[in-house]
């Protein structure tokens, strides 16, 4: 089983830097990854304008993060580690998203009557300026929380099974 969870944490972690190294692509997890965005802009739709429009980008990125913190606590370091993958490619997606600020060439989901989000947050905080800078560091975010999500599930992998807690993963 060992073997298996290694191997397993070794194919996720070269799908997932194939991501980073190819952010602008449509990758299959993305499928689940737009619904949760367009979720969030409904979530945060009662809190104001600014966090409904930011409440897509960060609903991609906090459910996951949520998955990864519920699994540490449940000290399923191993399941853990494996969500890191996906807050690191959702901070990759918000990247791209942020990115395309400035040009809005990306297409939008409900076409071109929708509004950009990043577009629009830039604007409203005064930061257009600023885009490939904050899309960089976005990105950088996303690139290391999928490394330290390779470290975390490789090593978590590689671990025996707790004596203390016979379920542990």
Sequence with gaps: MKNFKLLIAILASLYFFWCAAYVGDWHFIDNVNVFIHEGGHVIFWPFGEFLHVLGGSLTQVLLPLLF????YFQKQFYSAGLTLFWVGENLLN????????VRMQLPLLFGDDSIHDWNWL?????QLHHTAGIALVI???????????????????????????????
Excluded: C, H, Q
């Design 94 to 101: 918000v990247s791209w998203y942020a990115a395309d600020a």
């Design 68 to 71: 990864v913190i519920y699994f």
């Design 139 to 169: 990105r950088l975010l996303g690139t290391l929380a999928i490394a330290a999500a390779t470290v975390w599930a490789i090593l978590a992998s590689m671990e025996k099974k707790s004596k203390i807690n016979p379920s542990y993963t």
């Design 122 to 126: 830039l604007i409203y905080t005064g």
